[in-house]
């Protein structure tokens, strides 16, 4: 699991690890590291250029003892201060001696024009706000890739938000700890791939992190798996109220996405079951409103619900059943946040950016630009846990803890009935015995690795279809 930690805990550990550590130790950690990344992207130290914008802070001081470094393997170094008369003293006497020098004004564009890597040391992990214009004014000289050194320039590390101009790297290099805004868009589209260096803050870390994004192994964990004793009752039974006369595909995709998430079976309710039975046999339709269905140990509603007195009626009924419930699409616009709050029993809302605009009552454009925030705002507000779909996928629950980051999303799945088959997906491992958190996480994983295993260009039946797939690839032996 990659966790991710507020800028706030890691500037702790780093003061208290520091006094334990000669002067300086710390950032020379940092900058061996960062030199080893800058060695493998340019493949071809001896000879190469590289250029170091340099900024006031300690950011700029990792970039100009890591550009010491690749001079002594005879590498051409050039620092390019922002300010030419704030740079770090010690890390510029460094590079002196190696062999590198700085250069201003139309030196330094030419530097910046024909460097083969450029390393970003302009703002650090304290940085807030966009670039400033001289900041920029040098950006736009660059024209190889980018190493960002802990965070690309410009992205606030607690959040991901990029509020102005901001650095678009190739790749950043961390120290420590990943920061969530490393982990969650828009700053993670910023920072391309990412490398963690260890300088020795693990232990001195806090226990709970602020952010962090699942891998393989930990889904395999959660995943549930059958025993010798297991039936398809015992397994979870997801009902699914989805569909109407205008939308059935809604109905067949929800209920294609339970099928493949660990319940032993799925139950319809909805105008669509003729389409379901034709596509789904092994599901248990009935014609009525969620009451009459059945018992289920989990509920989605909402997909393709339409408007009407029957749709509040399903998500009514859905609600007043005292087991969890996922409510998607159609469903969200119907909710009472003080009835949410007041079931004793987990809700999952799955709103993508505009839904989740809706329901805040502020713009598309703020959620999608401050989508942690967003998230934990709309899980205080109705006391849930909240998957806020997009093109990265957070999950909070209603406690406000870590937050989740799905780590595979694809833009292939956005799509039409993508998130369809996501919600019955979740439903069903609610139904197996996941929590809330633990469910959503899981089931955006899964989602998004079928996305990529799915024929591009996918169609949402074809990301349900590719789900037993990535679920062998996530748990082989199960």
Same mark, same amino acid.
């Given at each position: 699991?990659?966790?991710?930690?507020?800028?706030?805990?890691?500037?702790?550990?780093?003061?208290?690890?520091?006094?334990?550590?000669?002067?300086?130790?710390?950032?020379?950690?940092?900058?061996?590291?960062?030199?080893?990344?800058?060695?493998?992207?340019?493949?071809?130290?001896?000879?190469?250029?590289?250029?170091?914008?340099?900024?006031?802070?300690?950011?700029?001081?990792?970039?100009?003892?890591?550009?010491?470094?690749?001079?002594?393997?005879?590498?051409?170094?050039?620092?390019?201060?922002?300010?030419?008369?704030?740079?770090?003293?010690?890390?510029?006497?460094?590079?002196?001696?190696?062999?590198?020098?700085?250069?201003?004004?139309?030196?330094?564009?030419?530097?910046?024009?024909?460097?083969?890597?450029?390393?970003?040391?302009?703002?650090?992990?304290?940085?807030?706000?966009?670039?400033?214009?001289?900041?920029?004014?040098?950006?736009?000289?660059?024209?190889?890739?980018?190493?960002?050194?802990?965070?690309?320039?410009?992205?606030?590390?607690?959040?991901?938000?990029?509020?102005?101009?901001?650095?678009?790297?190739?790749?950043?290099?961390?120290?420590?700890?990943?920061?969530?805004?490393?982990?969650?868009?828009?700053?993670?589209?910023?920072?391309?791939?990412?490398?963690?260096?260890?300088?020795?803050?693990?232990?001195?870390?806090?226990?709970?992190?602020?952010?962090?994004?699942?891998?393989?192994?930990?889904?395999?964990?959660?995943?549930?798996?059958?025993?010798?004793?297991?039936?398809?009752?015992?397994?979870?039974?997801?009902?699914?109220?989805?569909?109407?006369?205008?939308?059935?595909?809604?109905?067949?995709?929800?209920?294609?996405?339970?099928?493949?998430?660990?319940?032993?079976?799925?139950?319809?309710?909805?105008?669509?079951?003729?389409?379901?039975?034709?596509?789904?046999?092994?599901?248990?339709?009935?014609?009525?409103?969620?009451?009459?269905?059945?018992?289920?140990?989990?509920?989605?509603?909402?997909?393709?619900?339409?408007?009407?007195?029957?749709?509040?009626?399903?998500?009514?009924?859905?609600?007043?059943?005292?087991?969890?419930?996922?409510?998607?699409?159609?469903?969200?616009?119907?909710?009472?946040?003080?009835?949410?709050?007041?079931?004793?029993?987990?809700?999952?809302?799955?709103?993508?950016?505009?839904?989740?605009?809706?329901?805040?009552?502020?713009?598309?454009?703020?959620?999608?630009?401050?989508?942690?925030?967003?998230?934990?705002?709309?899980?205080?507000?109705?006391?849930?846990?909240?998957?806020?779909?997009?093109?990265?996928?957070?999950?909070?629950?209603?406690?406000?803890?870590?937050?989740?980051?799905?780590?595979?999303?694809?833009?292939?799945?956005?799509?039409?009935?993508? !998130?369809?088959? @996501?919600? &019955? #997906?979740? +439903?069903? =491992?609610? *139904? /197996?015995?996941?929590? $809330?958190?633990?469910? %959503?996480?899981? !089931?955006?994983? @899964?989602? &998004? #690795?079928? +996305?990529? =295993?799915? *024929? /591009?260009?996918?169609? $949402?039946?074809?990301? %349900?279809?590719?789900?037993?797939?990535?679920?062998?690839?996530?748990?082989?032996?199960?």
């Amino acid at each position: 699991m990659r966790t991710a930690y507020r800028v706030e805990a890691v500037r702790a550990a780093e003061r208290e690890l520091m006094a334990t550590l000669p002067e300086g130790a710390l950032m020379q950690r940092a900058a061996a590291g960062l030199a080893v990344a800058a060695a493998g992207l340019l493949g071809r130290v001896y000879g190469s250029r590289v250029a170091l914008l340099v900024g006031s802070g300690d950011n700029g001081g990792d970039a100009l003892y890591a550009g010491a470094r690749l001079a002594r393997r005879g590498a051409g170094v050039v620092a390019v201060p922002v300010d030419p008369a704030r740079v770090h003293q010690g890390g510029l006497a460094a590079l002196r001696t190696a062999g590198g020098r700085t250069a201003t004004g139309p030196d330094a564009h030419e530097v910046l024009g024909r460097a083969d890597l450029v390393v970003d040391g302009i703002t650090g992990i304290g940085g807030r706000g966009g670039l400033r214009e001289a900041a920029v004014a040098l950006l736009e000289r660059v024209r190889g890739p980018v190493l960002a050194v802990d965070l690309p320039s410009g992205v606030d590390a607690d959040t991901g938000e990029v509020a102005g101009e901001a650095v678009r790297a190739a790749a950043t290099v961390t120290f420590g700890a990943y920061k969530p805004g490393l982990l969650i868009d828009p700053g993670r589209s910023r920072a391309g791939a990412l490398r963690l260096v260890d300088i020795g803050l693990g232990p001195l870390l806090p226990a709970v992190p602020d952010a962090a994004a699942l891998q393989h192994a930990d889904l395999a964990r959660l995943l549930p798996k059958p025993d010798g004793e297991s039936d398809k009752y015992r397994r979870g039974v997801v009902g699914v109220a989805a569909g109407s006369a205008t939308y059935p595909g809604a109905a067949v995709l929800a209920v294609s996405g339970a099928l493949r998430g660990g319940a032993g079976a799925v139950r319809y309710a909805g105008h669509a079951s003729e389409e379901v039975l034709a596509r789904h046999p092994e599901v248990l339709v009935s014609k009525g409103s969620p009451r009459s269905a059945g018992r289920v140990q989990a509920w989605v509603v909402g997909s393709g619900l339409a408007s009407g007195d029957e749709a509040e009626r399903a998500v009514r009924e859905v609600l007043e059943d005292r087991v969890p419930v996922l409510v998607d699409a159609d469903g969200l616009r119907l909710l009472d946040p003080d009835e949410v709050r007041r079931r004793p029993c987990p809700t999952v809302l799955t709103p993508h950016a505009g839904e989740a605009a809706a329901l805040l009552g502020t713009s598309r454009e703020s959620v999608e630009a401050a989508r942690l925030d967003s998230a934990r705002r709309l899980a205080e507000r109705f006391g849930a846990a909240v998957l806020l779909k997009g093109a990265t996928t957070v999950v909070v629950g209603p406690d406000g803890g870590t937050a989740r980051v799905n780590p595979t999303g694809s833009p292939w799945l956005a799509t039409a009935g993508s !998130g369809d088959v @996501l919600s &019955g #997906l979740v +439903g069903s =491992l609610l *139904a /197996a015995g996941l929590d $809330a958190v633990d469910a %959503a996480s899981a !089931g955006a994983y @899964l989602h &998004g #690795l079928a +996305g990529r =295993l799915a *024929a /591009a260009p996918p169609t $949402a039946a074809d990301v %349900a279809e590719a789900l037993p797939a990535a679920w062998h690839q996530v748990a082989p032996n199960d």
